[in-house]
């Protein structure tokens, strides 16, 4: 009976450790979300760059959308050649906008070796730090995509105002068309931008701490 207690003893002591490990390690969304958003703070021209790639490729995104839809509510009829002409284009800067994001990530990793280190020595679990880099990478992502989305628009319209007139592109607008070519392309330039911090925070998150530290950049 004496070693059936002390058995369970420790079982529960064993326990009530991994609970309160489990407890201190937690890091709720908020506090992830305030971390990243100071991360971007602290890198604020990289920042910029990187959303500066994903801008631009979603303004060419939505400039393309947005030309087919109030072309064909001026005229009527597409061009089915020259639309799988610019899908091509627009898929082909996608992918070199992602290449791009994906780089500017990997060097951001690079350059935070200590830190990185330095969260995992305090007890951040791996799941923490990809957490934190994703978070980054949509923040980036959806602000250059919205910024991008909406500077296409407004291009296309003066462009095609300018050619046809402002009464006349503005009496046939296709506003509901021309909204969901915006949140289309916003979806996917917030969605590429994940996809493209995957690899960087999987890469930060198998950092070894000892490693990290030691790294001199």
Partial sequence: ???????????????????LIEGRVQLPFKKAV?????NLKIRFWRSIITSAGVMLGIAFL??????SSILNAL????DVVGEAQQIWIV?????????GITNSLLMSVTERF????????????????????????TFQGFIGALIGALVGLLSTMLMFMFKYGFGVVLSRLPV???FKSVLFAVITGTVLSIAAGVYPAY???KMQPAEAMRTEV
């Fill in 62 to 67: 939505v400039s393309v959308l947005s030309s």
């Fill in 114 to 137: 200590r830190e990185i280190g330095t969260m995992k020595c305090l007890g951040a679990l791996d799941r923490h730090i990809v957490e934190l880099f994703l978070l980054e990478a």
């Fill in 34 to 38: 305030e971390m990243s958003y100071a």
């Fill in 176 to 178: 509901l068309e021309l």
């Fill in 203 to 205: 890469h930060a998150a």
């Fill in 1 to 19: 009976m004496g070693e059936d207690n002390k058995s369970i003893v420790l079982e529960s002591n064993k326990n009530a450790s991994k609970t």
């Fill in 91 to 99: 898929g082909m800067s996608l992918l070199v906008c992602t290449v």
């Fill in 75 to 78: 005229k009527g009829g597409e």
